[in-house]
């Protein structure tokens, strides 16, 4: 296993790109996580349209309407979009 190096967060936001109503609850927990583990890089990234892309994949894997309403499901997605998007931010 590799040693985790960085934590990587969604944060959300509005179209115009400023911080979204939601953006003050990650930036409460990324104080707690702060305190809990002060040496650990925690990196942002936009998570706009994440639930969009989320239920599109689903759609797109043949998952039935009821499968696409599991909020759980759809979070999971999103955060797996979320790390792809920073991943290949660090590719270029």
Known sequence: AEPVDRIVVGMPKQMNN???ENAKYVIAFVRLLKKQLP???IEFVDERFTSV???RTM???GLKKK???NKAL???ISATIILQ???ESKRY
Do not use: G
């Open 18 to 20: 400023d911080a979204s």
């Open 39 to 41: 040496d650990m890089l």
């Open 53 to 55: 892309l989320a239920h």
């Open 59 to 61: 759609r797109d894997a």
């Open 67 to 69: 499968a696409r309403q």
């Open 74 to 76: 759809v979070d999971e």
């Open 85 to 87: 998007t920073y991943l």
